[in-house]
């Protein structure tokens, strides 16, 4: 009986960790994707302090 009650829960968790990952992923990256852009973008150029 208890082997069962564990057997019908863990999927459930398993499922909920999941999706509780994929969440945080999707609202986590955002800032990330927009920090990777300014890299994308390079330095602001230093060639007319130059002088």
């Given at each position: 009986m208890v082997c069962t009650v564990i057997v019908l829960i863990s999927p459930t968790v398993e499922r909920?960790?999941?999706?509780?990952d994929k969440y945080?992923?999707?609202?986590?990256?955002?800032?990330?994707?927009?920090?990777?852009?300014?890299?994308?973008e390079g330095p602001p150029s230093t060639t007319d302090a130059v002088d």
């Open positions: 909920i960790l999941f999706y509780t945080l992923e999707k609202k986590t990256k955002r800032p990330v994707l927009k920090a990777l852009q300014k890299t994308k």
